[in-house]
């Protein structure tokens, strides 16, 4: 008989009669007790109401209490366990208090200290004093501003007065049960834990990494087939292991000499590059020989388009270095605002010709630890890209310093064509560009934003990117003060 068959047999005679004599008798009851988690039930309440109460608050709040009190009503009559509702400015004052609102009173006393830094926090979070359920949500509008904090105090005691009812009555029934089983289960347990032991240990080395190891058990019964099963399983784990190692020796190898081909190709065009560009300079400048006005012309043609070229250079080089991590940086004390000016007063007349207005607002100073020739190069990147997609309006660029001084803010808005929401989890990526090869209107070979990246990432920050098509592109970069020593994720409330 096989372990299934003799477990089946005496388990199911055993709680077939236990489950039929209380089940009946105790399955109304549970039913109407226990139907939920009670806490989280205040919580999702609780985040679906804020909305709404902060919109009538914002619409009432200089009329008459009783107003307001009207409009959120519904929302402390649905909620069975909800004592009142507080309206909390972020210093912690309360601007509003159902119970006193009822009664027609402005209440705007201090929230009391054991609350006080609940309130402030910007997650939503619970306080539980004795039977009473503190829940504190956060309102944070689009732009990271904490606005209010919505208190909701809610009275649970009859509802855990009859938990502990049933958790006597659950605990009695899970102790008879234990008995039973554990008697049961000795009898069983005896003929099968020697090989489950073994079964284990087994196991348990497989997982430590030891693939030499045999699943070997003599068994005719499912643990038998099991080890069988297992034994093959190891074979075939051992087997892949040693194929993917030597594929990823090969991968490795070939991204090595892919890195050192494109490094060497690149500094190879770049000395000729330089030459040429220096030549012909010198040619436009009339310093060698005699050129006409005609080849002049000629000239500054081939001159542009060189320099193009050999931006575009830069840039594969720049990208292979961030290959090597942050080892190359230059990581000290540096002004962002400057970075940016400089990189303000180079795009702007290129954005005078285009007829669109370039716009700089800034901080007087906003001094971070980083490395200063990435950081203009993610700076110029995206004012670039912005006046290279804007063809009417404006392009704004702001340097301003982040909450509690722990994080830079640089941001690059524009008026553009947009992003198209299909292509904006791909527009960091290496080489990707959202129109097609024979379509490309712009120009460039799709580094400057895996640049901006890269960059970002080197000094532990965070990018964001709002975009909408037709309408413009906002790049928001938030870059540590210290250097990645703060979560700039958590800081920036985002």
């Not at 299934?4 to 209380?22: A, D, M, P, W």
């Not at 309440?45 to 909305?51: K, L």
């Not at 909800?82 to 509003?96: C, N, Q, R, S």
């Not at 890269?454 to 000094?459: A, P, T």
């Amino acid at each position: 008989m096989s372990i299934r068959t003799k477990i089946s047999l005496i388990y199911s005679g055993l709680f077939f009669v236990l489950i039929s004599l209380s089940g009946i008798f105790f399955l109304q009851y549970f039913i109407e007790t226990n139907k939920t988690d009670i806490t989280k039930h205040i919580m999702n309440y609780a985040e679906i109401a804020t909305p709404s109460i902060v919109h009538s608050y914002e619409f009432y709040k200089n009329s008459s209490p009783l107003l307001l009190y009207r409009e959120i009503y519904p929302i402390l009559e649905n909620n069975p366990y909800l004592v009142y509702i507080e309206i909390i400015a972020p210093d912690g004052t309360v601007l509003f208090n159902s119970q006193k609102a009822r009664m027609g009173i402005n209440y705007t006393e201090k929230l009391p200290p054991n609350l006080l830094k609940a309130a402030k926090r910007l997650y939503p979070s619970t306080i539980i004093e004795n039977t009473h359920v503190h829940v504190f949500i956060p309102y944070i509008d689009e732009f990271g501003n904490h606005l209010y904090t919505i208190h909701y105090l809610n009275d649970l005691s009859e509802t855990l007065l009859r938990i502990k009812r049933s958790l006597m009555v659950i605990l009695f029934i899970i102790i008879v049960s234990i008995i039973l089983s554990f008697i049961v289960s000795s009898l069983i347990a005896r003929g099968i834990t020697a090989k489950l032991n073994k079964l284990k240990n087994t196991a348990f080395e497989l997982e430590k990494g030891n693939l030499n190891v045999k699943f070997s058990i003599d068994s005719r019964d499912e643990i038998g087939e099991l080890a069988t099963v297992f034994e093959n399983m190891r074979k075939t784990i051992k087997q892949n292991i040693e194929r993917l190692r030597n594929t990823l020796d090969e991968l490795k190898e070939l991204d090595r000499m892919k890195n050192e081909f494109v490094a060497n190709v690149s500094h190879e065009l770049k000395t000729p590059l330089t030459s040429a560009i220096g030549y012909i300079s010198l040619i436009s400048k009339r310093k060698i020989g005699y050129a006409s006005d005609e080849v002049l012309g000629a000239l500054k043609i081939v001159e542009k388009n060189l320099n193009e070229l050999s931006l575009k250079i830069d840039s594969i080089l720049q990208i292979s270095k961030f290959q090597v991590g942050a080892n190359h940086l230059a990581m000290r004390n540096i002004d962002v605002v400057k970075i940016a000016r400089r990189c303000y007063d180079n795009y702007r007349p290129v954005a005078e010709l285009k007829g669109i207005v370039l716009e700089f607002d800034s901080d007087e100073s906003v001094t971070v630890f980083g490395d200063e020739k990435s950081i203009e190069s993610m700076i110029c990147n995206l004012i670039d890209n912005a006046v290279k997609f804007t063809n009417t309006g404006k392009v704004a660029v702001r340097v301003k310093m982040g909450k509690n001084k722990k994080y830079a803010v640089i941001e690059v808005e524009d008026t553009g064509i947009g992003i198209p929401e299909k292509h904006l989890k791909r527009i960091f990526d290496r080489f990707y560009q959202i129109e097609s090869s024979n379509a490309r209107r712009f120009g460039g070979i799709g580094l400057g934003l895996s640049i901006v990246k890269e960059v970002v990432d080197l000094h532990g920050g965070i990018i964001q990117i709002r975009s909408k098509e037709g309408e413009g592109t906002l790049f928001k970069v938030l870059i540590p003060v210290k250097g990645g020593d703060i979560n700039v994720q958590k800081d920036s409330g985002n």
